[in-house]
């Protein structure tokens, strides 16, 4: 399993690399992955389905106990299906998609190979940590494939949009995960689901999950970005936007649901998300003329769909989710494949432009008929089956609170669903097609067609056609995935019971209720024209209220604009203001907790001449802070530093004071060289509060570090081990070969810090010295530091953003 | 644009009469703080003192010809250029905590061996003593470095300086 992973990291590395010489033939390479991984799923599944999951494990850290757990069981195989069986599929139909001159085709195809393995990834992993890995990856490969047409400003936008959307996600997704392994003491899935943790903490744990889950499949209220990243080429919509990587969320419903439906408020949650998104996407598409977005709303639609099974925590209502997840599949992944052809052979997608095309498309047509009518839930095929599961498990097994009320909101959601579905058929029989030329919502003349619309070859519709196949074959043969259907609910939940599925079950309610969703489908269908005016009446009088759009843009504002006041406020380029910045935090945020710390305190005067130094450092200090000359200012510290050291001879620590007696004789004569450049005097820019904060500071820094001592000198007073430095003293000479403590542990014990703090000397020498050059070069006068200064950072930088944004 | 701010009068600078006694004291004393930097360096395993000690000293040393002799005579005194200087002192220091890896032992392991110098008596001589000797260049060279950067030519100062 490892390898195969490894495979599609390589192999879609190789082919970004080989970029340019490959061109569309990237996507043929690129097929060898998801071919190997659909060969060894298919040579497992045997064993899978029999119950006994293939697993494999490789420890990454070995200290920190990561390991990469891989395991394969029937739920997985399910997704290793989608994910590589319709990924092999949009590989072979990208041959024909995309024009081999065009740049950065390669690029995608090596991109979207890097996507199937993080993908393959998620699924596979056991261990939460590397799966959620896995997830984060999915996410910044999405991010390079939306926005892999790097001079469009709005695939940039969109593509950002999801990778903000489905990252800030995948952080809370991360605390959530990592409190529940801590909690259940394991991070292996499989053994969480034997005994999973509950408690608050939990609780909120599973709050986090879920909003992670919610984000990456396009739930409301996050549910903006799905539609937004549909600038990205049809074949990768098809795929990441509809098969797989919007399933994770879905996935991770699923596989979490059997564990914690029943604690604290996971199904409530799940079930009112999802029950609010699948009416929505339901409404939405009815709207749209755009074939593409058309789907993308029915896709969300379809994964609140998804939520409303998986989040139940019922084993038979989870066995309904896996079935339309397959049905889901082949025909949304179909349909986009159909929307790519009528797109790349008419020029346009707009069904107000589509009219009805010649005798070459009838294959096309079809096509498109037959998974649209699987997925407005038609007899007899593969969404009938999934939709008619649904409805018959939601009412045997719907019987907890809200059941019922869910059960209508699917019913209700369905007729919306076959509604949209129509309406696609419809668009692609070119009966919106208007006369003139039609004009979009912002009044602006919708691109018309080709002149001469070329019908798609067979390679071209092959894929989607195979796709089809499937719908129809599962349709009347739902028996051959009852095996694993049946094993992946028992992999999700060891408890339960999968029912077998038929196409025909005899009259029951969720017959009558299919009944019901066709015949109010065709009456929305039929009064279609009022509908679209209504809502049309409707979205505008209400578009005061914020879409999910708007809030996203002004949370990117609102965060634009604190970043801007903060940097204002805190980096207003006064260097006495970041430095008391620095210090105040450095000391006084960690002062509680040193506080805590004072035990008994330590005799202070041992001799007397301890007082005449230290009052010399306090009466120095106080020189220092309210002086008015800077040169009197670095001599009055200077002489702060001489009396420490004073105070280092007094205690008998002789390198200490050595050591510090250099560095104060140097810092004053470095002192003194740069200040030359400053005024001598600082009173006259300076407001009067100026003295007295600076009083204030040095004495907070004054008693933050006293405080720090005194608690750091009783920190081992409770810990029975010895001490590190007694250990060290002693072993100074046997193993140092030294008899100064100080400089053994400095050059040999500790060597590797003092190795560290020299490259920070010389890192710091080298920032310094250019610092100064630039200020001030040999010849030529350079700028004056003020007027550097003054310069505003980064607003050419701003400009060209703003003008790449617009263009 | 104005060219650089003129030295500042309250700052100890020498005219052109340079100040006779801090000059004649510099001159006796100098060497005498260099071997005394230097002792440092080696005395430090087992008494106070140092690389980092000794580097400290040294660039004091520094600093008082920086002061009776400007720029010139500080650069005459290290041809070496301050960068190349603490170049090499880091780089030997890492070479001492690297080649005992080479030797199969652990970063920074050391070893030392005696010598017996006629006259000296035994001298103990250990590996940490080329750790510390990368140390005592790297500081030498900051110092160096530091006045390459702020320091100036005094008579480019007084001559030039007012003149631009």
């Keep these: ?807 | 644009m104005s060219a650089r701010r003129p030295p500042h009068p309250d700052v100890l600078m020498p005219d052109q009469g340079r100040p006779l006694i801090l000059v004649t004291t510099v001159r006796l004393i100098y060497q005498s703080i260099i071997v005394l930097g230097v002792y440092f360096l080696f005395a430090g395993h087992n008494l106070p003192g140092g690389g980092f000690v000794g580097g400290l000293i040294i660039g004091a040393a520094v600093s008082l010809r920086y002061v009776t002799g400007g720029l010139p005579a500080v650069q005459s005194t290290f041809p070496a250029r301050p960068h190349l200087i603490l170049g090499f002192g880091l780089v030997t220091a890492a070479t001492t905590a690297l080649v005992p890896i080479l030797l199969g032992g652990a970063v920074l392991e050391h070893g030392y061996f005696k010598l017996h110098p006629p006259g000296i008596g035994e001298l103990k001589v250990t590996s940490t003593l080329a750790f510390d000797i990368g140390v005592f260049l790297v500081v030498i060279g900051l110092v160096l470095l530091a006045f390459e950067a702020f320091g100036d030519d005094f008579d480019e100062v007084i001559d030039g300086g007012s003149a631009s």
């Design chain 1, 1 to 807: 399993m490892f390898a195969l992973l490894l495979l599609h990291l390589v192999l879609g590395v190789g082919i970004v690399a080989a970029g340019k010489l490959l061109g569309r033939r990237g996507f043929a390479v690129a097929a060898l992955a998801p071919l190997a991984t659909v060969i060894w799923a298919v040579a497992r599944s045997g064993e899978v389905i029999d119950g006994e999951p293939v697993t494999e494990s490789f420890t990454w850290v070995a200290g920190l106990d990561l390991t990469i757990d891989l395991r394969l069981d029937a739920f997985g195989l399910v997704m290793v299906a989608l994910i590589s069986g319709i990924g092999l599929l949009i590989c072979l139909y990208s041959l024909s998609y995309f024009a081999a001159d065009k740049p950065g085709v390669a690029r995608l195809a090596g991109v979207m190979t890097i996507f199937a393995g993080a993908m393959l990834g998620v699924v596979l992993s056991d261990h939460l940590i590397a799966m959620f890995i896995a997830w984060e990856l999915t996410s910044v490969t999405s991010y390079l494939l939306i926005g892999n047409d790097d001079t469009n400003p709005r695939a940039r936008a969109a593509a950002l949009q999801a990778l903000l959307i489905t990252g800030a996600g995948g952080l809370v997704l991360l605390a959530g995960l990592i409190i529940i392994g801590q909690e259940g003491g394991t991070y292996l899935i499989s053994e969480l689901l034997a005994d999973p943790p509950s408690g608050s903490l939990v609780n909120a744990a599973l709050i986090c999950v879920l909003i992670g889950a919610f984000t990456k499949s396009a739930q409301v209220p996050f549910s903006s970005w799905l539609p937004g990243a549909m600038v990205a080429p049809t074949p990768i919509s098809a795929y990441l936007h509809s098969a797989t990587m919007v399933k994770a969320g879905v996935y991770l419903v699923a596989r979490f649901s059997p564990m914690f439906a029943l604690d604290g408020g996971w199904r409530g949650i799940v079930l009112a998300v999802g029950a609010v998104t699948m009416v929505m996407g339901g409404v939405r598409a009815l709207r749209q003329h755009d074939l593409k977005l058309l789907l993308a709303h029915g896709t969300v639609s379809q994964l609140g769909f998804l939520m409303l099974l998986f989040g139940t925590g019922n084993d038979h209502i989870a066995q309904a989710g896996i079935v339309l997840l397959i049905a889901h599949g082949c025909f949304k992944a179909a349909l986009f494949m159909v929307v790519g052809i009528v797109d790349h052979g008419a020029g346009t997608r707009d069904i107000r432009r589509l009219h009805r095309f010649g005798p070459g498309w009838t294959p096309l047509r079809i096509v498109g008929l037959i998974s649209a009518a699987s997925m407005a839930g038609l007899p007899p095929l593969l969404g009938f089956i999934a939709k008619e599961k649904a409805l018959g498990a939601y009412v045997d097994y719907g019987d907890f609170a809200g059941g019922t009320l869910v059960l209508v909101v699917i019913v209700v959601a369905s007729i919306f669903t076959f509604a949209y579905s129509a309406r696609f058929v419809l668009g692609l029989w070119g009966v919106f097609c208007e006369d003139g030329d039609p004009v979009d919502d912002a009044g602006e003349v919708i691109a018309p067609t080709h002149p001469e619309p070329h019908a798609p070859s067979f390679g071209f519709l092959a894929p989607a056609g195979v796709l089809t196949l499937c719908t129809i074959l599962f349709g009347v043969f739902p028996s051959l995935l009852d095996d694993l259907v049946a094993a992946a609910t028992r992999a999700l939940d060891p408890g339960a019971e999968p029912s077998h599925l038929h196409l025909w079950a005899g009259v029951n309610t969720a017959l009558l209720l299919s009944g019901l969703i066709i015949v109010c489908g065709l009456v929305l269908t039929v009064l279609r024209t009022p509908i679209e005016v209504g809502q049309r009446r409707i979205s505008r009088s209400t578009a005061f209220i914020p879409s999910s759009e708007d809030v996203f843009l002004a949370i990117l504002r609102g965060v634009n604009t604190i970043a801007r006041v903060v940097t204002a406020t805190l980096q207003n380029g006064s260097l006495p203001i970041y430095v008391s910045i620095i210090i105040l935090s450095i000391t006084l945020v960690p002062l509680g907790a040193f506080a805590d710390d004072i035990g008994e305190l330590p005799e202070f005067v041992e001799s007397p001449i301890y007082i005449v130094l230290v009052a010399l450092i306090v009466s120095a200090a106080i020189g220092a802070s309210i002086s008015r000359r800077r040169i009197a200012a670095a001599l009055m510290l200077g002489g702060v530093g001489y009396s420490m050291a004073g105070l280092y001879v007094a205690r008998g620590a002789p390198d200490l004071a050595l050591t510090q007696f250099a560095i104060e004789t140097l810092s004053t004569v470095l002192f003194v060289l740069v200040l030359r450049f400053l005024p001598a005097k600082w009173e006259h820019q300076t407001p009067a509060i100026a003295t007295p904060m600076r009083l204030a500071v040095a004495g907070a820094v004054g008693v933050a570090i006293f405080v720090f001592a005194l608690s750091a000198s009783n920190a081992r007073s409770d810990v029975d081990e010895p001490s590190m430095s007694a250990a060290q003293i002693v072993a100074a000479l046997p193993e140092g070969g030294g008899k100064n403590h100080v400089n053994v542990i400095l050059v040999d014990f500790r060597g590797w810090d003092t190795m560290g703090e020299i490259t920070v000397l010389v890192v710091a020498a080298a920032g310094a010295v250019s610092l100064a050059r630039t200020g001030r070069r040999r010849g030529e006068p350079g700028p004056e530091f003020e007027e550097v200064l003054d310069e505003p950072i980064g607003d050419e930088q701003l400009e060209m953003a703003d003008e790449g944004s617009v263009t």
